[in-house]
């Protein structure tokens, strides 16, 4: 979880620096994109060996487990779609196509959106433990 929120705040900062000045930091959209990908790849594996070992017993837990991940890429994958077109000189500039920026959008809403998810958790696991007491 330290991992995938020190993946999540670098990409973060690498987002608001391209944001803030697009022609100095514009090397950090490439870096972002890198990085985003890497991270969806290795999460996408740490879920399915984890839903795999872990709740191979509990076979409703694993489809609980396998619903919030499609619940997830699927919320991603709608909230991009919503999201307002690239501008052309943008996506000149980078020399990236809609399709691409189009998949950086999609992974930053998963990303957004796992992040959320595990500092809720943290959050909710720390009440209810402190409750317990």
Same mark, same amino acid.
């Given at each position: ?54 709740l ?6 694993? &489809?609980?487990?396998? @619903? #919030? $991940? +499609?619940?997830? /890429? ?5 909230? !991009? *779609? ?30 957004? &959106?796992?992040?959320? @998810? #595990? $500092? +809720?958790l943290? /959050? ?5 433990? !402190? *409750?317990?007491?």
């Amino acid at each position: 979880m330290i991992i995938s929120l020190a993946v999540a705040l670098i990409v973060a900062v690498c987002a608001i620096l391209f944001a803030s000045n697009q022609t100095k930091f514009g090397g950090l959209f490439n870096v972002a994109y890198w990085i985003l990908v890497c991270y969806i790849a290795v999460s996408l594996l740490v879920w399915l060996f984890y839903g795999i070992v872990s709740l191979k017993d509990k076979p409703k837990k694993t &489809i609980i487990f396998a @619903g #919030a $991940v +499609v619940v997830v /890429i699927v919320a991603g994958v709608l909230l !991009a *779609l919503t999201d307002a077109k690239m501008p052309t000189e943008f996506l000149l500039r980078y020399g990236t196509s809609e399709t691409a920026a189009r998949l950086i959008s999609i992974a930053c809403y998963i990303t957004y &959106i796992t992040v959320i @998810g #595990a $500092v +809720v958790l943290m /959050i909710y696991s720390a009440i209810k433990k !402190a *409750l317990k007491k």
